[in-house]
């Protein structure tokens, strides 16, 4: 079982940036697959993000803005999200599952989840 913690949210500017946390708890974090999702008012909650030890992956909105990493010492992983726009404003999950899965972008594919962190942008 994983336990997964975020923090980090908060209100921002546009333009401004924000890195969200994720606290995990399990000996064997530096393996798990993880990601960031998000969700906004009336809408599904979307892939953003994800890593394995090595590869990085995202959705085409949020590249070249935001940066997945992972502190394998503690057992964290986070999101810089730089240069926020109206269009980021959402509830940020993080995600974890204990293996790769070539359809990341799907919930489905996540065994874990945190609660959330609220991300509020104003223009």
């Known amino acids: 079982q994983v336990q997964l913690v975020e923090s980090g949210g908060g209100l921002v500017q546009a333009g401004g940036s924000l890195r969200l946390s994720c606290a995990a708890s399990g000996r064997t974090f530096s393996t798990y697959f993880m990601g960031w999702f998000r969700q906004a008012p009336g809408k599904e909650r979307e892939f953003v993000a994800a890593l394995t030890r090595i590869n990085t992956f995202y959705t085409d909105s949020v590249k070249g803005r935001f940066t997945i990493s992972r502190d394998n010492a503690k057992n964290t992983v986070y999101l810089q999200m730089n240069n926020l726009k109206p269009e980021d404003p959402a509830v940020y999950y993080c995600?974890?599952?204990?293996?790769?899965?070539?359809?990341?972008?799907?919930?489905?594919?996540?065994?874990?989840w945190g609660q959330g962190t609220q991300v509020t942008v104003s223009s």
């Open positions: 995600a974890a599952n204990s293996a790769y899965s070539i359809s990341y972008s799907q919930e489905k594919n996540w065994a874990y």
